[in-house]
């Protein structure tokens, strides 16, 4: 059987638009960047105030509000993305944003407290949680336009 | 490798075409997922994964979450090899057109 050109054209432009519906349901929402980030520095706050019951509550809560931040992730996902979709440069760019930014706190929280800063852990995060609000989106950008670059039937062999 | 390139008429029917082509993305898919982004009825989505299912290109799993049932389905082997040998169909289709339409390669 054939099929005029154009069908076959706007066969292909609605497999890569499927292809972005799914890529799209699956990309991390910036609010969940937004509220790791906000949650790290309270809990670190709290365990660096050396208060007792502060830094109990302030366990519990983050405890809490991160499994509660993680199943609402789960609970939206309704598809899994190929890996191969993601593939290698997309698991390095994963790599990279995480490393840099722990690299940032721990370089940052030594050198507050070198200098006798106050609170140099809970000022650390502060850059590090800006960096995850900021950077969580922009990764997300990253992984999408890589995901659809993708050939249609790429790694199907 | 490449892909050979073969039309598929099961794939290609405009439903199934949309089915298939949001299996290819995925490893597995929720029934509830596929239902609502084709704008379905849960009636009319059985049939087409069980048409899929019966060629060999879907396969279904049905699971509980807690105490909800949960139907999921995922493209086999096969049935990924025959998506990407009609992508290659369809590219080769459009590869063509596209050469015809050349200015420099018209022949008289």
Redesign the interface.
């Known amino acids: ?3 005029p ?1 154009i069908d ?2 706007l ?2 432009a ?2 890569q ?3 972005a ?3 799209d ?1 699956n990309l991390v929402p910036s609010w969940f960047w937004f509220s790791i980030g906000g949650l790290m520095v309270l809990f670190v706050a709290a365990v660096e105030s050396e208060i007792g019951w502060l830094v109990a509550t302030g366990s519990v809560v983050y405890a809490l509000s991160l499994s509660a931040l993680i199943l609402a992730m789960v609970r939206k996902a ?6 191969d ?1 993601l593939g290698v440069r997309g698991g390095l760019a994963i790599a990279a944003f995480t490393l840099s930014l722990v690299a940032l706190g721990l370089v940052l929280g030594f050198l507050l407290e070198e200098l006798g800063v106050p609170m140099p852990g809970t000022l650390a995060c502060v850059p590090v949680a800006l960096g995850l609000a900021a950077g969580g989106p922009l990764l997300m950008t990253h992984l999408r336009r890589l995901m659809l670059s993708r050939p ?2 790429g790694g ?2 | 490798m490449s892909d050979t390139p073969i039309f598929d008429e099961l794939i290609h029917a405009p439903t199934r075409l949309s089915l298939v082509s949001l299996l290819a993305a995925t490893e597995w898919a929720e029934f509830k997922f596929l239902r609502d982004s084709l704008a379905l009825s849960d009636s009319a989505l059985s049939k087409q994964l069980t048409t899929l299912e019966d060629a060999g290109y879907v396969e279904i799993r049905k699971s509980f979450v807690g105490k909800r049932p949960r139907t999921s389905a995922r493209l086999t082997e096969l049935g990924r090899q025959a998506f990407a040998d009609h992508v290659a169909a369809l590219q080769q289709i459009v590869a063509r057109a596209g050469l015809a339409v050349l200015p420099d390669q018209v022949t008289h």
């Open positions: 059987m054939t099929i050109p076959a054209e066969a292909l609605e497999m638009a499927r292809r519906q799914v890529v349901s309704k598809v899994q993305v190929r890996p979709l249609l039937a199907s062999r």
